[in-house]
């Protein structure tokens, strides 16, 4: 790429269409990992407090059919078979949205799952010895521990759902990759712009990474 | 009991926001057609894929315009009825049309005889041939497409465009880089960053990308592989398709859709229709 | 029925077998302890001693057996629901809650059971007066010293008012400074009428510390032992006492 001319004029020839771009992205990510987030407290409480034996089976299959479908896949599922098969049709934004919040709720529950189970017995137990209910417990002291320790884990998660909503470009959603496809088919110029989104998704990604960061060292779990 | 109330609030709220926005259902009846369905509502739905200077989309403001697009908001002023754009993408748009999302889809895609088993196209609006992009160093390398076809040289195309049909077919020697994308560029850049020897694409963006990139030629001036580009249509939408083919022959013959083209500096490959009276 | 301070009595066992899948750990097993001493429970690893204090305290159930308290009043039996209350039980490790502060561990398991809230805290800061541990409230348990922690969850465990402190080797990985302390501890808690039992493996702080002691082996009681015989004991726990230094 010796003779390549770099035009860096589309930087302001286009920056509102980047910065729309960036408010998407990070509108569909934040409501999403909200959303995702809710879901997966739900799944987990179900499955550690199911008053049927057929629901915790039933949610453990949910579990592992929505661990096995990757996004893309779900995101053109929900927006084109659902129309066909259901009679449903919902914008691109919002199959956006649900996709995103469908694909990440597992991971949420299954990390605090993990945290859950790696707690030694000995924390329940002295609960019990002072007489709290288990389900009090669980709820009051064991999971806020655990999703202090997961949140780590799980903002890492976080930061791979806004990698992933690049994805959407693919029902026209327009987030920070199409909307640089667009630019490119405008201007022709793939290497500025995939520069710029690319130094795009460093600025946003790497404070969250430090934020990440700062609450192992203010949990003690690593030292400084 | 909490619980309880939290989570039925938490489903009846998933319900809302799945509902909610439900704009059209889809309309299952088959007594009704897609063009009688346009007339009712009043509205017709378009999709279309960015594709300059056919279907062009600012990124800034986001609005539409293009040949196409002034071709079809006319025919919809003179239908009386509300044109609605979608968005799609070169590897869903036709998903979109299967699933009823758009009536009627402008994306520019070449009307090939594999495709019409999917989707009915209109008449060819326009031709688009393609070119074949290399590095100005290896101009005496290739001279023609019979050239390209040697196991040695890496053609780069996009996943399931008419090139990668055209490479596969004509030059079956040839090692072939075929990149999952829509982006039509992304070839080129391939070639630019020497990754591919050659790019094969359609001659108008062929011909945009060189501008910007000066150690890059095409093998010839004139495009290979002319191919018809119409609008398409789901299979069944015959009364649509019908009345889409009268609109663009009268577009065309009152020379609006040249008109047209003419505002996006485009000049694409037309059939050369004479009318004499005698 | 609660126990008041001071209560005269004892907590038997007799019987008892516990299982855990098809291992057997308790297995015939019978004892006495008198209420308002401090009574320690020695043996070797595995032989059950823990499981027995869990069976003691109702954390673990007992698989067939009687268990209760005799009192001048009355038995207690297992099965009553007041059973329990009288407990309160230290786990070895002390397992105070990583994400909660010593004020907040001592005080969320009333507050979660909604008692008053400001009584609840008053009482919380005057256990953690007792316990040399005031100026830690605000601190996580992991800035805090072994026998620090220790006293926490001593207190944590006071907090609920039990009259019978179970406390499994509430020395575990201290220092000599720090086994002073829980001692300390543990001698307060015996001289305001409580009732505790100990597990530990280490024999020289279970003689300072008991008024008797009783040697388990393979899932049962085989020895008590009153303080005046521990150095001169001949029965079966007197090769496990004489490792004492």
Not at chain 3, 111 to 125: C, F, G, N, R, W
Not at chain 3, 202 to 213: A, L, P, Q, R, T
Request: with cysteine; hydrophobic share 45%; glycine share 6%.
């Amino acid at each position: 790429m010796g003779n390549y001319n770099w035009d860096w004029s589309i930087v302001s020839i286009y920056w509102k269409a980047f910065g729309s771009g960036i408010l998407n992205s990070l509108f569909i990510s934040a409501s999403a990992i909200i959303i995702g987030s809710i879901l997966g407290f739900i799944l987990l409480y179900f499955m550690v407090f199911p008053k049927y034996k057929i629901l915790k089976i039933c949610l453990g299959w949910t579990v592992e059919i929505l661990l096995a479908i990757p996004l893309l896949v779900l995101l053109v599922w929900i927006y084109y078979c659902m129309p066909i098969l259901f009679n449903i049709k919902i914008s691109a934004l919002q199959t956006c949205i649900i996709a995103m919040s469908i694909n990440l709720a597992p991971f949420v529950s299954e990390t605090l799952r993990a945290g859950l189970d790696s707690i030694p017995k000995g924390y329940t137990e002295a609960g019990i010895a002072l007489g709290i209910p288990k389900r009090k417990i669980v709820r009051n002291i064991l999971i806020p521990q655990v999703f202090s320790e997961m949140l780590p884990a799980l903002i890492t998660q976080y930061i791979t759902l806004f990698k992933l909503s690049s994805l959407a470009s693919v029902i026209a959603v327009n987030e920070i990759l199409h909307t640089a496809n667009n630019i490119i088919s405008e201007t022709y110029r793939p290497l500025e712009v995939f520069t710029v989104v690319a130094l795009i998704y460093i600025v946003i990604v790497i404070p969250i990474s430090k934020l990440s960061r700062q609450f192992e060292i203010k949990d003690g779990l690593t030292k400084k | 009991m909490k619980t309880k109330s939290i989570t039925a609030a938490l489903l009846l709220f998933v319900s809302l926001l799945i509902f909610n926005s439900c704009n059209n259902t889809v309309d299952n009846s088959k007594s009704e057609s897609t063009f009688e369905k346009i007339k009712r509502e009043k509205v017709m739905n378009v999709g279309y894929v960015v594709y300059a200077p056919i279907v062009k989309k600012d990124p800034n403001s986001g609005q539409v315009s293009g040949h196409f697009v002034d071709a079809m908001k006319y025919i919809a002023d003179e239908m009386g009825v509300k044109v609605i754009f979608h968005e799609a993408d070169w590897s869903t748009f036709s998903a979109g049309l299967q699933s009823k999302r758009y009536d009627v889809c402008i994306a520019p895609t070449y009307s090939t005889i594999k495709r019409s088993l999917a989707v009915s196209f209109t008449e060819p609006i326009i031709y688009i041939g393609s070119s074949a992009i290399i590095k100005k160093s290896d101009v005496a390398k290739f001279k023609s497409l019979s050239d390209l076809n040697k196991k040695e040289v890496t053609i780069a195309v996009v996943q399931g465009e008419g090139n990668h049909e055209f490479a596969k077919r004509e030059l079956p020697n040839a090692t072939l880089k075929v990149l999952s994308t829509s982006n039509m560029v992304l070839p080129m850049v391939e070639v630019a960053s020497k990754n591919a020897d050659v790019a094969l694409t359609d001659y108008y963006t062929a011909k945009k990308f060189i501008e910007t990139n000066s150690n890059l030629t095409i093998i010839s001036q004139e495009p290979f592989e002319v191919l018809p580009i119409g609008w398409s249509v789901r299979n069944d939408d015959i009364e649509l398709i019908n009345f889409l083919n009268n609109a663009i022959q009268y577009l065309e013959s009152t020379g609006k859709m040249e008109k047209w083209e003419a505002q996006y500096d485009a000049h694409w490959i037309k059939q050369k229709i004479e009318y004499t009276t005698k | 029925m609660d126990l008041r301070k001071n209560e005269i009595g004892k907590i038997v066992g007799a019987n008892l077998f516990k299982s855990f899948n098809t291992t057997p750990v308790l297995e015939d097993c019978s004892f006495s302890i008198r209420l308002g001493e401090i009574t320690t429970i020695i043996g070797r690893s595995g032989c059950g001693k823990t499981t027995l204090l869990k069976c003691i305290n109702g954390i673990e159930t007992i698989d067939s057996g009687q268990l209760f308290i005799e009192t001048q009043k009355g038995n207690i039996p297992f099965t009553e629901k007041k059973y329990k209350s009288n407990f309160g039980l230290v786990l070895q490790g002390g397992f105070l809650w990583r994400r909660k502060t010593i004020l907040e561990n001592i005080t969320i398991a009333p507050l979660l059971l909604k008692h008053p809230k400001s009584e609840t805290i008053d009482k919380a800061i005057s256990l953690l007066k007792k316990f040399g541990i005031e100026n830690k409230k605000n601190q996580y348990p992991e800035n805090l010293s072994g026998g620090e922690q220790q006293r926490a969850a001593i207190a944590r465990a006071l907090i609920m008012e039990p009259k019978i402190l179970l406390l499994d080797e509430i020395t575990f990985s201290l220092d000599p400074f720090n086994k002073l302390d829980v001692l300390d501890t543990i001698l307060k808690i015996k001289d305001e009428g409580f009732t505790v039992i100990l597990v530990s493996h280490d024999i020289s702080f279970s003689k300072k510390v008991s008024d008797s002691i009783l040697y388990m082996n393979e899932g049962k009681i085989l020895e008590s032992i009153s303080k005046n015989n521990f150095e001169n004991s001949n029965g079966f726990g007197h090769d496990f006492l004489s490792l004492g230094v």
